[in-house]
C-alpha cells in the first residue's frame, strides 16, 4: 500500500492516523530515543519530518537515525526547498493555498520539480492552510502570508475545496507549531465534510482530549510535535487517544 493509499483508506474507512512532528533542529538527542521507542510501541502511523529552519545535515542524521531504529514511514515536511532528501520514504509536496505568495503556491516547487521527478520519494500533492493560532507563527513569518482568521470557517470551507478542484491530494489546516489556539473543532468539522480528500491537521495539540475531540470532528490524520518534544511521555496518550477516535466513529 502506498502512503496516500492509506490516508485514503483513513478517510473512505474512518479510521484515524496519528503522526508525530519531528523538527530535527529542535528535537534534543537524549529525546530522540525515548521518542522512537515509544513511537513504535504507541502504534504512531506517520513521522512527519521538517521545521521552518532545518539544516541539511542534520536533516540527513535524524533520517538515518529513526530508520535504524524503527519501521514508521518518514514523510518530509519541507519549510523550505533545501529540505530535501532521498533518505524518506514520502513528500509533502506543499502548496500554500491559504497565503498569496506566488513563490510558495508554485514558484518552489518549478525549482524543487527535477529533483523530485528522480527520487524515490512517494509525492503527496498536499494543500496547507495556515489558520490562525492566536500567535504570529514562524511559518506566517517567513511565508509572508497571512493565516486564515480562526473564526472564518467558511473561508477555511472555500478554500479547502479549491484546493481539490484544482487536484491536490490532501489537505493539511495547521495552526503552525507552538499555536496558542490549535484548529477548532467547528471549523475541523465543515472542512472535512466538504472534502472527498483526507484531512491532516496539527498544530497546538497539548492533551489527548484535544487530539481526540479534532479526530472526532472529522479530522483523518492529526499531528503533533511540540507537546511530544516537551513531554515524549505523551506519545502513548495522544496516538491512543487519536485512533480511539475511530472505534467510537464506527460504532455510532
Ligand atoms: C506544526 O502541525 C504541526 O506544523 C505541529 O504543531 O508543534 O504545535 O504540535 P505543534
Given at each position: 500500500?502506498?502512503?496516500?493509499q492509506s490516508?485514503e483508506e483513513a478517510?473512505n474507512t474512518?479510521?484515524?492516523?496519528?503522526?508525530?512532528?519531528?523538527?530535527?533542529?529542535?528535537?534534543?538527542?537524549?529525546?530522540?530515543?525515548?521518542?522512537?521507542?515509544?513511537?513504535?510501541?504507541?502504534?504512531?502511523?506517520?513521522?512527519?519530518?521538517?521545521?521552518?529552519?532545518?539544516?541539511?545535515?542534520?536533516?540527513?542524521?535524524?533520517?538515518?537515525?529513526?530508520?535504524?531504529?524503527?519501521?514508521?514511514?518518514?514523510?518530509?515536511?519541507?519549510?523550505?526547498?533545501?529540505?530535501?532528501?532521498?533518505?524518506?520514504?514520502?513528500?509533502?509536496?506543499?502548496?500554500?493555498?491559504?497565503?498569496?505568495?506566488?513563490?510558495?503556491?508554485?514558484?518552489?516547487?518549478?525549482?524543487?520539480?527535477?529533483?523530485?521527478?528522480?527520487?524515490?520519494?512517494?509525492?503527496?500533492?498536499?494543500?496547507?492552510?495556515?489558520?490562525?493560532?492566536?500567535?504570529?507563527?514562524?511559518?506566517?513569518?517567513?511565508?509572508?502570508?497571512?493565516?486564515?482568521?480562526?473564526?472564518?470557517?467558511?473561508?477555511?470551507?472555500?478554500?479547502?475545496?479549491?484546493?481539490?478542484?484544482?487536484?491536490?491530494?490532501?489537505?493539511?489546516?495547521?495552526?503552525?507549531?507552538?499555536?496558542?489556539?490549535?484548529?477548532?473543532?467547528?471549523?475541523?468539522?465543515?472542512?472535512?465534510?466538504?472534502?472527498?480528500?483526507?484531512?491532516?491537521?496539527?498544530?497546538?495539540?497539548?492533551?489527548?482530549?484535544?487530539?481526540?475531540?479534532?479526530?472526532?470532528?472529522?479530522?483523518?490524520?492529526?499531528?503533533?510535535?511540540?507537546?511530544?518534544?516537551?513531554?515524549?511521555?505523551?506519545?502513548?496518550?495522544?496516538?491512543?487517544?487519536?485512533?480511539?477516535?475511530?472505534?467510537?466513529?464506527?460504532?455510532?
Amino acid at each position: 500500500m502506498t502512503l496516500y493509499q492509506s490516508f485514503e483508506e483513513a478517510k473512505n474507512t474512518g479510521s484515524k492516523k496519528f503522526i508525530v512532528l519531528i523538527d530535527p533542529d529542535k528535537v534534543r538527542l537524549g529525546n530522540m530515543d525515548k521518542i522512537l521507542h515509544l513511537a513504535s510501541q504507541a502504534k504512531v502511523d506517520y513521522f512527519f519530518i521538517g521545521g521552518s529552519l532545518v539544516v541539511n545535515n542534520m536533516l540527513d542524521h535524524c533520517l538515518e537515525t529513526i530508520k535504524k531504529s524503527c519501521d514508521i514511514p518518514m514523510i518530509l515536511f519541507p519549510g523550505n526547498s533545501f529540505q530535501l532528501s532521498y533518505r524518506a520514504d514520502g513528500i509533502l509536496f506543499l502548496s500554500l493555498i491559504s497565503g498569496r505568495n506566488a513563490e510558495l503556491l508554485i514558484g518552489k516547487h518549478v525549482i524543487t520539480a527535477p529533483y523530485l521527478k528522480v527520487s524515490p520519494l512517494e509525492i503527496l500533492p498536499t494543500g496547507y492552510m495556515l489558520i490562525d493560532g492566536g500567535v504570529p507563527t514562524t511559518v506566517s513569518y517567513m511565508s509572508n502570508t497571512q493565516p486564515i482568521p480562526s473564526s472564518k470557517d467558511d473561508v477555511a470551507l472555500c478554500t479547502a475545496m479549491a484546493g481539490e478542484m484544482l487536484g491536490l491530494k490532501l489537505m493539511y489546516m495547521d495552526a503552525g507549531s507552538g499555536a496558542k489556539n490549535p484548529v477548532s473543532e467547528s471549523m475541523i468539522d465543515l472542512v472535512s465534510g466538504g472534502l472527498s480528500i483526507p484531512l491532516i491537521v496539527g498544530g497546538g495539540i497539548r492533551t489527548p482530549e484535544k487530539a481526540f475531540a479534532n479526530a472526532k470532528a472529522g479530522a483523518n490524520a492529526i499531528v503533533v510535535g511540540n507537546a511530544i518534544e516537551k513531554d515524549p511521555n505523551l506519545i502513548i496518550e495522544m496516538s491512543h487517544a487519536v485512533h480511539e477516535a475511530a472505534s467510537l466513529r464506527q460504532s455510532t
